[in-house]
């Protein structure tokens, strides 16, 4: 069974750019969350959605916005790059919001921003 | 204060030994605790879940959560070098929306 998949898997940006990342979640999975991961730290919250609606936001700014498509997959836009924003950006499936806490996480994809 | 702390390590130990790793946390409302396995440059890989207090055993995994004292601990045993890798502790209050995830502890097990 194919796990998270999420493209590109590198990518280099210049300040002021816009980027946008996709995730096509585990089959049968409704439930997609971004995390940002910076380089040794954790990963950080940005956004969860079930079946197209948001249902949870991390303290990130407005540069920062996602949609869930009818086939649960899902974009991350990032708007006017800083090189602060470069980081590996995760996303993660589950099967129902609310209901388990399992996450599946894809490869991620690694943004540099020059 | 972080919601989730965690040592940062490295934490080198040779081939077989016992490894212990450990978050605390300070957000009493966390219900959901899961540990991952990170290798590098790769996303993380679940390794177990936990709901509220008590063991899981999994293998050669075993996980804690002691919510009394803030405090989950992952132990693995007979550990081998494929277990080198950034352990990351991750959490959760009850409505699964956001996950709180420590800095992740760095394993090096030496053959």
């Known amino acids: 069974d194919a796990g998270v998949t999420q493209s590109p898997t590198h990518l280099i940006k210049t300040r002021g750019q816009q980027v946008t990342l996709r995730c096509s979640p585990i089959s049968g999975h409704k439930s997609v969350s971004w995390y940002q991961q910076v380089l040794g730290q954790g990963p950080q919250f940005i956004f969860q959605y079930y079946e197209k609606e948001e249902r949870g936001r991390g303290n990130f700014p407005d540069r920062f916005s996602a949609r869930q498509f009818p086939n649960y997959s899902s974009e991350l836009n990032v708007n006017a790059l800083l090189l602060g924003d470069s980081a590996l950006y995760l996303c993660?499936?589950?099967?129902?919001?609310?209901?388990?806490?399992?996450?599946?996480f894809g490869e991620g994809s690694r943004l540099t921003v020059l | 204060q972080k919601e989730v702390e965690q040592d940062p390590g490295p934490l080198s130990v040779p081939e077989g030994a016992i490894v212990s790793l450990n978050c605390t946390y300070s957000n009493s409302a966390f219900q959901y605790f899961m540990w991952y396995r990170q290798y590098s440059r790769k996303g993380p890989e679940l390794l177990m879940y936990t709901y509220s207090s008590g063991n899981k055993e999994d293998g050669r995994f075993t996980a804690q959560v002691d919510k009394s004292s803030k405090y989950i601990s992952l132990f693995i045993r007979d550990s081998q070098p494929s277990d080198s890798a950034t352990y990351l502790c991750?959490?959760?209050?009850?409505?699964?929306?956001?996950?709180?995830f420590g800095s992740g502890t760095k394993l090096n097990v030496k053959p």
């Open positions: 991750a959490m959760s209050a009850y409505n699964f929306n956001k996950f709180y």
């Open positions: 993660a499936s589950s099967p129902v919001a609310g209901v388990t806490g399992e996450l599946f």
